[in-house]
């Protein structure tokens, strides 16, 4: 006998066997084991210790977040240069978003997080930049809240990137939205007051 044979006569015997417990455990047996498979329905709805994660949590929706088109990149220029690539101080650029969410009432809190990197240009240099960073969440194409955000990112290695994290732990989205609510985020050079 091969061994790949052998390998699976003995997966299908654990197999056949977890399915032997599970159905034992579900009829509610006579020996009062409860191994987590079924049957002890008191135990599994015991309430979760404070801050621990619960099951429902996991399979919840959370509303994606996804980059914006045409704001993944954005460029400073020395004043008067707009458009002149030899006038770069520097370009950033967002690698990566992501979000979790909880459940709190009647909404969805999240958190938001942007990942990137600044590159500084021929005329780069060092200190701290301001980079507008938007995070709006809609329901269909409707918005519901929008905020800018100044995030502040210090360089002080102008031969090389500066990896930055931005985080935005106030992105609230009603329940009564379903699964049409989304985020976008991106850079957007403003003005500041405006959704």
């Known amino acids: 006998m091969s061994s790949w044979s052998k390998n699976a006569v003995v ?3 654990l197999l056949l ?3 032997a417990l599970t159905a034992c455990q579900q009829g509610g047996g006579a020996s009062g084991v409860n191994l987590g498979l079924g049957g002890n329905k008191a135990a599994q709805t ?4 404070e ?6 949590e996991l399979r919840a929706f959370c509303p994606p977040v996804t980059l914006r088109e045409g704001t993944a990149y954005f460029r400073t220029y020395e004043k008067g240069a707009d458009g002149d690539d030899d006038a770069v101080i520097y ?3 967002i690698a990566d978003v992501t979000r979790s969410c909880r459940y709190e009432g009647d909404n969805i809190l999240m958190t938001v997080a942007v ?5 500084p240009g021929p005329k780069g240099r060092a200190g701290t930049i301001n980079m507008p960073i938007r995070v709006a969440s809609l329901q269909g194409q409707s918005v519901l809240d929008s905020n800018l955000y100044r995030h502040q990112v210090a360089i002080s290695d102008t031969a090389g990137a500066t990896q930055f994290v931005f985080t935005d732990t106030n992105v609230v989205v009603p329940k009564s939205t379903g699964q049409a609510a989304r985020v976008l985020v991106g850079y957007d050079e403003g003005p500041y007051d405006t959704p």
């Open 91 to 93: 370009q950033a650029s």
């Open 17 to 19: 066997s977890a399915f």
């Open 51 to 56: 801050g621990a994660v619960l099951e429902s």
């Open 115 to 119: 990942a990137g990197k600044i590159v």
């Open 46 to 49: 015991a309430e979760a210790p």
């Open 11 to 13: 997966a299908s015997a």
